[in-house]
Every structure is written in structure tokens, then in C-alpha cells.
């Protein structure tokens, strides 16, 4: 079952431009980690945040979560064309580390 | 280099000839993972397993099966496919515990016609 609900499903900015990606998702969690991937290759992890973290930063990333939402978001700083991907959220939430993914975030950073 | 290789990355087989996508990852992590990715259903789990000999379903297992054997490798078996397999599959592995990501293979893209 899905467990991240990302939005926007799909988001076209300039480059230079912040972009915004959302996720929300049902039940606890243990960790919530973002996810890259472009097209037809493999994810690449990003960042993973704690349950008991509100925020934190990688580089151009920032990622915040709210677990009284349940809700996550990831900000990029100033795109570039070389973020143009799918953006994933994914949420570890029982015993056995299964990452339940969401359908992700299509993001297209036009030069 | 730290890395989940997987082969083949691309296979196109017939209704019912026996398969196996092989998937190995150089990093020493106990937990290793099968997923498909379909248009609209995004990610699922297809088995998992926490260590050698300790595999368990995901949430779509039919139709598939796993070996543990060793520690690096964790083979994905189609007996008999059919085209509803037909999907791009990843292979992932990750160490055990609670703060640690996936590291994902290239993915394996499979038709069965």
C-alpha cells in the first residue's frame, strides 16, 4: 500500500528558482527520506530525517517534517537543469526497514 | 566504488520461461530488497530479507521468488513469467538500522511478451 502522497504530482520552474515538493502519509513513522531518481534509472538517496527532527540540510536541500500533519516537505535552492528528475518520499515506519514509497514528484528546471 | 550492480539491465523473454535478475552489492549490508516500478502504481515491494536465509513477501510477492545464500547476493526469480510482469525492477540494499537510506541498484527492465 502507499503510504507518501507527494505534490505536486508534476513542477516546471526556471533555473535559479526554489522549488517545493510535498508529502504526506498515514500512519508513524520512523524516518522519512527523499529520493531522486531520473528517468528509468535508479533512486539516489538524498536525505533521510528522523521522526524526532523538524528539520534539516543537505547542501541546496532542506527538508522539514511536521508528524502532527504528517507531512514532509523538500525545498531545493536555486535549481539547476541537472535537478530535472523524479522526487521521491518514502517512509520507514514498522520493524522490518521496508521503505514504502509515494508516485513522486515530476520536477523540470528549464534553462 | 559502493554499489548494488544488477543484471541484466534490460531483458525481453517469453510467457513462461524461467528467469533470474541477479542483484550484489559490495558495501556488507545486511538488508537487501526487490521493487517494481509501474506507470501510475510507483514502488512496490516485492521481498525483502534482513540477512542470509531470512527472506520474507513484500507487498506484491506472486509470482516471484528470492534466495539468501549469501550475504551479497539476493537473486530475483521468475518461474514461469507472464506479461503482467513486465515492469523496470530495482534491487536495493541497506545496513540495518534506523538511519540509514537505501542504496538502489540501475534497475533491471523486463518485458514479457
Known amino acids: 500500500s502507499q503510504q507518501g502522497e507527494e505534490d505536486p504530482q508534476a513542477l516546471s520552474i526556471q533555473e535559479g528558482e526554489n522549488a517545493t515538493m510535498n508529502c504526506s502519509y498515514k500512519?508513524?513513522?520512523?524516518?522519512l527520506q527523499w529520493y531522486r531518481q531520473n528517468s528509468g534509472r535508479g533512486l539516489v538517496h538524498l536525505i533521510l530525517?528522523?521522526?524526532?527532527?523538524r528539520e534539516k540540510h543537505s547542501g541546496r536541500l532542506r527538508v522539514t517534517l511536521d508528524t502532527s500533519k504528517k507531512s514532509s516537505s523538500l525545498l531545493i535552492t536555486a535549481s539547476r537543469a541537472a535537478d530535472t528528475a523524479s522526487y521521491f518520499c518514502?517512509?520507514?515506519?514498522?520493524?522490518?526497514?521496508?521503505?514504502?514509497f509515494g508516485k513522486g514528484t515530476l520536477l523540470t528546471v528549464n534553462p | 566504488e559502493a554499489q548494488v550492480t544488477q543484471n541484466p539491465r534490460y531483458l525481453i523473454t517469453v510467457t513462461g520461461k524461467k528467469l533470474t535478475v541477479t542483484c550484489s552489492q559490495n558495501?556488507?549490508?545486511?538488508?537487501m530488497s526487490w521493487y517494481r516500478q509501474d506507470p501510475g502504481l510507483g514502488l512496490r515491494q516485492i521481498y525483502y530479507?534482513?540477512?542470509?536465509?531470512?527472506?520474507d513477501k513484500g507487498d506484491v510477492p506472486e509470482g516471484y521468488k528470492v534466495s539468501r545464500k549469501e550475504k551479497r547476493n539476493f537473486p530475483l526469480i521468475l518461474e514461469s513469467p507472464s506479461p503482467n510482469q513486465t515492469s523496470l525492477y530495482f534491487c536495493?540494499?541497506?545496513?540495518?538500522?534506523?538511519?540509514?537510506?537505501?542504496?538502489f541498484g540501475s534497475g533491471t527492465r523486463l518485458t514479457v511478451v
Open positions: 558495501m556488507n549490508h545486511e538488508y
Open positions: 518514502a517512509t520507514d515506519g514498522g520493524s522490518n526497514y521496508k521503505l514504502t
Open positions: 536495493a540494499s541497506s545496513l540495518v538500522g534506523k538511519t540509514h537510506g537505501y542504496t
Open positions: 530479507s534482513m540477512n542470509v536465509e531470512v527472506t
Open positions: 500512519t508513524s513513522i520512523n524516518n
Open positions: 530525517i528522523r521522526s524526532n527532527e
